[in-house]
């Protein structure tokens, strides 16, 4: 049944029609070359192997084991079926207590106990996805901006702009200082921002920062809490990868910095949340808005009645997470096993000179591919990257796609395959690099 | 919590600061007062019966019974470790096998006079997202929706909070059964035009949010060709489609479509959910089906805002491709809500109260205008306040759902046992006893 009409166009909204959906970037294109060519051991092992998707796979071990202990859990088995008309009626927005509680404790525990967290201002949404357009909705009228440092998750261009109306003002960060954001870069782009009358609401960082994998030092936390009360603008904190921190240092949240002793206007904090990377539950869509303003809390969760949490997997969530013996085994291993993973993955890359940013989080390494570019511009990037796609046979994801300025970086995910084919992904890498050097030496 | 609206620091954005959220209308001061003070058969025998939540609770044990037998943690599919797959699925076409359990189980509410193709199945957490983003694919800030009233309170806050869109009301009376006409359209459509408002689509409830009633297949037909003639959208909420008490009576605008060969079938989208005929309101399980494929592309891609639990959806999948299952639910869901309205029906009539004559929903249309001391707005809300702090019952005044005509309600009959319906019947009853009562005094 196919439904076409040659007036179409014009019976859809402006959002309807526009690019920003941002689907139409290359950041898709790589995604598309795996899922015609998927790599399989077994079946298809000369295929693509995926490598631009951040997915958290390495503990599904213990969840599942801990699912099978506990069918009580799952209202939906003869041991939890007592609970499910209770469960199933309940659709009110403040969620249920025991998961606001749950995942309350969770934050806190994911940052060793550092700093507790409010159960009533716990606030659902549809994933993090979610989370981050209702607070552009909250904070900011269609028009007004946000600053981002780059390079930035490629999807906030639509989490935020596509029906929200927010646009994002990049904040340059660069290489010469492991693209930590700077108060010059900062002043530069409000100015910026202010010069082309735009209003600039809030900055939004990803704390640990997706795509670098590095955590922010608690001296520049407080700088940015001191610009943004200076400028009276929001801080938005995307702490969705917070739990992969796998060693030292300790990761600061912003949450504690603001309990610190500091002028700060806490009406000014918001913090964006998610259970999807650090438990690896992104089909479950647990999204989570903690805001210190009340009046953003209030707004945001009547916003949640567009993407609430199914109380069916709240249940299960809230089950989880209260039991304190599974969440500290699950999230020591879980460090554990992304420190293994990582220190394998820089190992071989290092093996043939390829560096990565020096990182202690994320599902990922920011690999630098610069030496290997014919020039120093974004065309020889995607030209090298079409290479990996179709060579080498990696999905991974090049730096312009998020906003990097700087071109020759590759975001490389690690976290969402098995040992075997992480070996696979090396070797390819390793043998690719080697032949490249080659023709680079020969072509001198 | 109130919001301080002086000058917040930094400040919030325009849609934060605005009421169109819409939770200071008495819809939700009802809500308060069960809240504060719920009836309980045992605890609580003379507190708040809330009659005011279009909820669905006589068929509760036929989805226990299937759970007990059918348990989720069997169903993983090849053991526990189909619980990997599904946890990482966020593909927003949602799994294939949940779109084909939909889009069967649509059909068979339909009576299999309706085909729905799964891959015009599109998931969103709920109707209510649903809504809100259909609005957002059809019409720009500032443009409008025609709905028909009286309407769904929710739908001031679904249709134009986030996306700027504004509703503008077709009024339907009690003269015609309260039934949808071309001049009642066209009205609507004139007045919107006058106000140098874009009209961009039409939004009907079938069956219909309050009133109880399914919509005849003329009515749909002379919408359709109204809608055809403006070349704007029709968006059909059929969420209560499950719940019309004898399959006959209900009319999709599917039917209609398939009737005449998907003809300018692309001006039309369907919302459905599980939330009132299945009892599920907490699974969040909505869907749009679109004859439109830009439509489709688009809300599937919005869709990501909102998807539907991977969880969720696995256990959906389940249950609603079992035919067995699902038929004789349907068949049986519908029997017991009828036969509860028909009780309702009765206990009205003989407190000497008349309802609107309907065939579907969780909730009856209730006349109280001859008790309105006033004719008015006014005159309903005080009627309303009585009701809801004398009588301790929770019913939804008319003026929430935008009737036209002062003394409707809208009451629920669906979210509470029987038991406790005839609590509700007889407070009703003596209440109209003592009103005849003063009146007589008087």
């Not at chain 1, 060519?37 to 213990?62: K, R, W, Y």
């Not at chain 1, 994911?110 to 357009?133: H, K, L, Q, W, Y």
């Not at chain 2, 005044?397 to 038991?419: D, I, K, L, Y």
């Amino acid at each position: 049944m196919g439904f076409t009409s040659s007036n179409q166009h014009h019976l859809l909204s402006k959002i309807a029609t526009n690019d920003r959906h941002g689907e139409n970037s290359p950041y898709f294109d790589g995604w598309k070359a795996y899922d015609s060519d998927p790599f399989s051991p077994t079946h298809n092992p000369h295929g693509v192997i995926q490598m631009g998707l951040a997915e958290n796979l390495l503990c599904f071990d213990l969840i599942q084991d801990w699912i099978k202990k506990n069918p009580k859990a799952s209202i939906c088995s003869r041991e939890g079926v007592d609970g499910f008309k209770d469960i199933a009626i309940f659709q009110d927005y403040h969620g249920l207590p025991d998961f606001r509680k749950a995942v309350a404790k969770f934050m806190g525990r994911v940052r060793g106990g550092r700093v507790t967290f409010n159960p009533d201002r716990i606030v659902m949404s549809g994933g993090a996805t979610g989370a981050n357009e209702v607070i552009a909705f909250c904070l900011a009228d269609p028009g007004d901006a946000f600053l981002v440092p780059t390079p930035y998750y490629p999807a906030f261009d639509r989490d935020l702009g596509w029906r929200a109306g927010v646009q994002l003002v990049p904040v340059a960060c660069d290489s010469s200082n492991d693209f930590k954001i700077t108060e010059a870069a900062l002043e530069a782009a409000y100015e910026q921002a202010q010069d082309a009358n735009i209003k600039v609401k809030g900055l939004l960082i990803t704390n640990p920062s997706n795509p670098l994998g590095t955590i922010f030092d608690r001296e520049t936390l407080r700088s940015l809490v001191s610009f943004i009360n200076k400028k009276n603008i929001h801080l938005i904190c995307d702490e969705i990868y917070t739990a992969t921190v796998f060693s030292e240092p300790n990761f600061v949240s912003i949450a504690e910095i603001i309990e610190e002793d500091m002028e700060c206007n806490r009406d000014l904090i918001h913090i964006v949340y998610s259970l999807s990377k650090d438990m690896g539950l992104p089909g479950f869509r647990v999204g989570i808005v903690y805001s210190y303003n009340d009046a953003v809390v209030n707004c945001g969760r009547k916003m949640s009645s567009f993407g609430l949490v199914s109380t069916q997997t709240q249940h299960l969530i809230a089950s989880m997470l209260l039991d304190d013996e599974f969440v500290e085994r699950f999230v020591a291993e879980s460090a554990k096993r992304l420190a293994i993973r990582h220190k394998a993955f820089t190992m071989g890359l290092l093996q043939v000179r390829i560096s990565c940013l020096k990182s202690n989080a994320g599902l990922f390494c920011w690999m630098n591919l610069r030496r290997l570019l014919n020039e120093s511009t974004v065309e020889a990037e995607l030209a090298l990257w079409r290479l990996i796609i179709d060579e080498v046979k990696l999905n991974v994801s090049p730096g312009s796609s998020f906003h990097c300025s700087e071109p020759g970086w590759f975001r490389v995910c690690f976290a969402n395959m098995d040992d075997d084919t992480m070996e696979v992904a090396i070797r390819r890498i390793q043998t690719f690099v080697q032949r490249k050097e080659a023709v680079l030496v020969a072509g001198n | 919590m109130a919001i301080e609206i002086e000058e917040p620091s930094a400040g919030l954005s325009r849609v934060a600061v605005s009421e169109t959220h819409g939770e200071d209308s008495p819809y939700f001061a009802g809500w308060k007062a069960y809240d504060e003070d719920p009836y309980d058969e045992s605890k609580n025998p003379s507190g708040v019966i809330q009659m005011g939540l279009a909820e669905n609770q006589v068929s509760f044990d036929l989805l226990e019974e299937y759970l007990e037998q059918h348990s989720e943690a069997a169903n993983w599919g090849n053991g526990i470790s189909g619980f990997r797959e599904n946890a990482l699925f966020q593909d927003y076409h949602g799994l294939k096998s949940f779109r084909k359990a939909m889009a069967s189980f649509m059909e068979q509410i339909r009576g299999g006079r309706a085909k729905f193709d799964p891959d015009r199945v599109v998931l969103t957490a709920g109707a209510t997202a649903a809504n809100e983003l259909l609005t957002f694919i059809l019409a720009d800030p500032g443009d409008a929706l025609l709905v028909p009233t009286p309407y769904y309170p929710g739908f001031d806050r679904d249709l134009r909070w986030r996306t700027g869109v504004k509703i503008v009301p077709v009024h339907c009376n009690s003269s015609n059964n309260f039934q949808i006409t071309p001049q009642a359209l066209e009205a609507a459509y004139n007045r919107a035009e006058a106000m140098n408002i874009k009209v961009r689509g039409l939004l009907i409830t079938n069956p219909s949010n309050p009133l109880g009633a399914a919509i005849d297949r003329p009515v749909l037909e002379e919408i359709l060709n109204f809608i055809t003639q403006k070349n704007i959208h029709l968006v059909s909420d059929e969420i209560y489609s499950g719940s019309v008490f004898s399959s006959s009576e209900f009319v999709s605008i599917a039917e209609i479509l398939e009737a005449q060969n998907y003809k300018n079938s692309e001006r039309v989208h369907i919302v459905y959910s599980l939330s009132k005929d299945l009892g599920l309101p907490g699974f969040r399980v909505g869907t749009i089906y679109s004859y439109n494929d830009k439509v489709v592309t688009t809300a599937r891609r919005m869709s990501s805002f909102s998807l539907v639990s991977s969880q969720t959806q696995h256990l959906l999948a389940s249950m609603l491709s079992d035919t067995k299952f699902t038929e004789n639910y349907i068949k049986t869901n519908r029997e017991r809500l009828r036969k509860r309205y028909e009780s309702i029906i009765e206990g009205l009539r003989n407190a000497g109260i008349e309802c609107l004559k309907g065939n579907a929903g969780l909730f009856c249309w209730m006349n109280l205008s001859p008790l309105l001391e006033n004719p008015t707005r006014e005159g309903e809300l005080t009627l309303w306040n009585s009701i809801l702090h004398e009588v301790k019952l929770n019913i939804s005044p008319g003026s929430s759902c935008h009737c036209s005509e002062p003394g409707w309600f809208r009451v629920c009959f669906a979210n509470m046992n029987q038991q406790t319906l005839e609590v509700a019947l007889k407070r009703i009853h003596d209440f109209m006893e003592q009103t005849k009562i003063k009146k007589n005094l008087l």
